[in-house]
Every structure is written in C-alpha cells, then in structure tokens.
C-alpha cells in the first residue's frame, strides 16, 4: 500500500510543481486564441475552461489507462512508481506542450505542426502514421465498450455469432458519425460534462475502495510472490514475471512501456489537444486543461492498476481473480469461479467487487464511456486531418459528412475483421499500442525544435529525456514483436540503442536549422 500512496504523491506533488514549470518555460499570454480569431460556430468555439478540461479528459482517457494497467501491474509495484514519473516529465509535458503550440500556431492540427516544425517528408510520413493511428484508434474504441457493454452489462455472449454484438457496435457507431459530423458544442461540449462526473465516479469509487475494503497491495521492498498469501488460490509471482532486472524476465522496457501508454506517455493525445487548441479562450487556461487532464488521466491508471492487483492477490475464491498460464495462448490468463475471463471482464470484476452491484453497473457505465468519448474525437480528428491535408473544404455538413463517410467505411471493416479473426483484437491492439507511441516521437520532435526556434534551447531536455526513452522503447520492441521483426532481444536492444542516438541527433539537427530560419 505504501508503494501506491508514494505514487500518488510524486503523481500529484510531482505534477503541481512540474507542471507549473513547463507553463513559465512556455510563457502563457493575454493574445487572442484561435476559438475567438477564427470563431466559425463548428470547430472554433469558445468554451469555458472546466468544460474544456473534462472534454480533453474525456478525449484522452479511452480504454488505455483501464486495460493498460490490467495487463502492465503484472510487472508488480514498480508499476505504481513508474506511472506517475513518466506522466509527469513526460506524458502531461507531451500533452501540455503540444496543445499550447498549437493553440498559439492558430489551432493547427498536429500534420500543420508537424509541418511547421520539420520538413515535407518527415511530415509526409507522420500523416500516414497518424491517419493509420486513428483508423485503429476508432476500431479499438467500438470494440471494447462493445463488448464490455455487451457482456458485463447486458449479459450477452459478445461473440462474432450473435446480432447483439452487432446491434451494439452499429450503436456506438453512428453516434461516432453524429459527433465526427456536427458542431463541437452541439454533441461533445454539451454531453461530455455528464459523462465527465461519471468517470469521476468510477475512478474515485475504486480509490476509496482500495483503503476502505482494505485491498491486498504490495511494495516494491516486499516480497513480490504472493501465491497463497492472502487466499488459497490467489496471488502472483510478480517478481518472476518481471524477471532479474527490467531487460530480462518480462521485459519490463520496452513492453510495460507499450502496454501502459495512456496514463504515462501516449502520442494520440496531441491529436486530441490540437483539437482542443481550437475552444480553449485563453493560453492560461492551458495548464488545466493539458497538463492537469493528463495527470487524472494518470490517476486513473494509478487506480485501475490497484485494483487489479488486488483481486489477483485476493484469487478468485473471494471474489477476485486467478492467474493460470495458458500453454496454448504462450500468456497469463485471468480466471474466476465460472471460468476463464477476458481482461475485459476484470473491468466488471473490480466494478462489482469495490463498489457493489449498483455503483459497479454505474463504474461498468463510465468505462464504456470512457473509449466512446475517445473514438468519436479520434475519428473528429481524422476528419480534420484529412481534410487539411488534402484542402478538403468542411463548411456544411453534406461536406463534412462526404468526408466521414468513406473513413467510417474503413473503421468498419477493420472492425469486422477483428472481431472475427480469434487473435485479431491483440493483434490490432499491438499495432494501436506502438503506433501511438511512435507518434509521441513526432509530437516530441517538433516541441524541440519549437525551444530552439523560440530562444528555449536551454530547455530542449525537457522534450529530449522522454523522446529518448520512447525512441528506444518503441524502436526495440518492434524489432523484437512478433508483429514487427521477430529478432533476438540482445539484436533489438543493439539497434533501438543505435536508433535513439540517431533520432536525437536528428531532432536536434532540425531544431538549430529551425532556430538559424527565424533568427
């Protein structure tokens, strides 16, 4: 327990004192912000900033900080500390930065950014990325809130067989449209506030839970097997699955890494506090609504991590879960009392277990939402972005809709194919996985060079220590993945060692051309 309350420190503390360094190294002002210069009653429109927040917390905080957690506390306690140090100095610096910028440039979407800050085939290659990005993003976000709705909420068997599954895919689908299509203020900024005090709920439900039910969490001076401590059939090796140190075992960097990348570091954000960029009134509201959004969004996991490593210390015998490997799938699977589950099924498990069958359905409620609201800015976004890119004009709706249209249609099929091929979901969520990571690398990227263009190259480490990181993570873990490459982990990390020090030579390279081009 002492391990969780230690991150929750360094997330929040971390988090005032950080967060208000990066907003007076990036010098908010009083000058007109796009939502007023360009107000055209669409996209460029005015909003108060605690609407804003809860739109940006809602738009950045999908299925990531749930299902992330899930997967990466196997990793043991470590977990509640490297959270909460890779929100602060980098996932909220990523968001903050990147949403300030744009808000300043006018409210350019992160391939005008990109642009601005690079050359034409670094910017070539990043719209490709993330229109690919944003496919997936949109496919994921309808695939588990359906089924988590489907089977955790009405009951049903979530297959490929049955019409329900469909019925609730096609749901969430055309209020994807209905949002992607019409006035941000119409769909977006007038529900979201509701779905906002939901997420809150569920979020803060589970944390009093934690100390009120008195869950079994463990500490990183503890010892990591809990097998048997806490019930007959409850616990994990921890320490195994981690291995003797974070590049051995587990593979603890790069893979925990990848799989917890909402509430640490995730690209896809800065495509989301672009499009915030566009409502935000004033450059001060911008700590609020990016930095702070991401440090919830950071709590969020923090939370979720706790609770799963609870109901596995707890075992399926006292209402939690057991951990069995599985020779057939080479994994970790979750079991209860009725059989194998799904990680999407542990997110009903820990509902019902902290808060009770009626707070649970309404926690279960917030989690769906969470992806839902996720999805429809992320497919927002790609509109935007593709209709920038390729000067696509979105005045009217029969415009706007022309455009969302065709992007749907590739959603959808992607969608079917996942759901129907048996690995098709991991190995869509893999690609989501490292595709959002490698985005931050652009986002990353232009941040730098902004400080040398701007006379910050004093501070260019605070975009270079965790674009450092991630370009070594992502680059070693697709040399290694079964989706990427397929070599040994000595070769993967020998090049993702040789690829990070050419990327930063790169990114600084850039930023000095940058800085002589406004000097």
């Known amino acids: 327990m002492a391990t969780f309350l230690i991150g929750l420190v360094i997330l929040i503390g971390g988090g005032l004192l950080y967060g208000k360094f990066c907003e007076n190294v990036f010098g908010p002002d009083d000058r007109e912000t796009p939502a007023y210069a360009k107000q055209d009653g669409v996209d460029y429109v005015p909003m108060q900033t605690w609407k804003n927040s809860l739109i940006n917390l809602l738009n950045i905080a999908g299925t990531g900080p749930i299902l992330g957690p899930i997967q990466g506390i196997l990793f043991g306690p470590i977990a509640f500390l490297a959270i909460p140090i890779g929100n602060v100095i980098g996932g909220s610096m990523h968001d903050y930065f990147s949403g300030m910028i744009c808000t300043r440039d006018g409210g350019a979407q992160m391939p005008e950014f990109v642009k601005n800050y690079t050359n034409k085939a670094v910017y070539v290659l990043y719209d490709i990325f993330i229109c690919v990005l944003l496919l997936l993003v949109g496919a994921v976000f309808i695939y588990t809130p359906g089924d988590i709705a489907a089977t955790q909420v009405f009951g049903f068997g979530g297959t490929?067989?049955?019409?329900?599954?469909?019925?609730?895919?096609?749901?969430?689908?055309?209020?994807?449209?209905?949002?992607?299509?019409?006035?941000?203020?119409?769909?977006?900024?007038?529900?979201?506030?509701?779905?906002?005090?939901i997420l809150v709920f569920s979020a803060v439900g589970i944390f009093i839970a934690i100390f009120a039910k008195g869950y079994p969490l463990i500490n990183v001076w503890d010892n990591w097997n809990t097998v048997g401590q806490f019930a007959a059939d409850g616990g994990f090796d921890f320490g195994a699955y981690f291995g003797p140190n974070p590049f051995s075992g587990g593979h603890f960097i790069p893979l925990f890494f990848l799989t917890?990348?909402?509430?640490?570091?995730?690209?896809?954000?800065?495509?989301?506090?672009?499009?915030?960029?566009?409502?935000?009134?004033s450059e001060k509201a911008g700590r609020m609504t990016y930095y702070n959004m991401m440090v919830v969004e950071g709590f969020i996991a923090m939370c979720w991590a706790a609770g799963t490593m609870a109901m596995i210390n707890l075992g399926a015998s006292n209402g939690g879960v057991t951990m069995v490997f599985s020779d057939e799938a080479k994994a970790w699977t979750y079991v209860t009392a009725n059989g194998v589950v799904s990680a999407t099924s542990v997110v009903g498990i820990i509902c019902k277990n902290a808060l009770g069958p009626v707070g649970g359905v309404i926690a279960l409620i917030g989690v769906i939402i969470l992806p839902i609201t996720s999805g429809d800015t992320a497919l927002r976004a790609l509109r935007l972005t593709l209709s920038d890119s390729l000067h696509i004009k979105q005045e009217n709706n029969k415009q706007r809709i022309g455009l969302a249209v065709p992007v749907f249609a590739l959603v959808y099929l992607i969608l079917i194919w996942a759901k129907n091929d048996p690995q098709?979901?991991?190995?869509?969520?893999?690609?989501?996985?490292?595709?959002?990571?490698?985005?931050?690398?652009?986002?990353?990227?232009?941040?730098?060079?902004?400080?040398?263009?701007?006379?910050?190259?004093?501070?260019?480490?605070?975009?270079?220590?965790?674009?450092?990181?991630?370009a070594f993570a992502t680059c070693t873990f697709?040399?290694?993945?079964?989706?990427?490459?397929?070599?040994?982990?000595p070769i993967a990390y020998a090049v993702g060692a040789i690829f990070t020090v050419a990327y930063l030579v790169v990114c600084i390279l850039n930023g000095k051309k940058k800085a002589k081009e406004a000097a």
């Open 478 to 489: 697709i040399v290694n993945a079964k989706i990427g490459l397929k070599l040994d982990w």
């Open 260 to 281: 917890v990348a909402c509430g640490i570091l995730s690209g896809f954000h800065s495509t989301q506090t672009a499009l915030v960029s566009r409502t935000i009134q």
């Open 424 to 470: 098709g979901f991991n190995t869509l969520w893999r690609y989501f996985a490292w595709s959002n990571q490698m985005i931050s690398l652009f986002a990353l990227a232009c941040i730098t060079a902004w400080m040398y263009k701007n006379g910050k190259a004093k501070f260019v480490w605070i975009p270079l220590i965790p674009a450092a990181f991630y």
């Open 160 to 197: 490929p067989q049955e019409a329900s599954t469909w019925i609730i895919y096609t749901v969430i689908f055309v209020y994807y449209l209905i949002a992607t299509v019409f006035p941000i203020d119409k769909i977006i900024g007038r529900v979201y506030p509701i779905f906002g005090l």
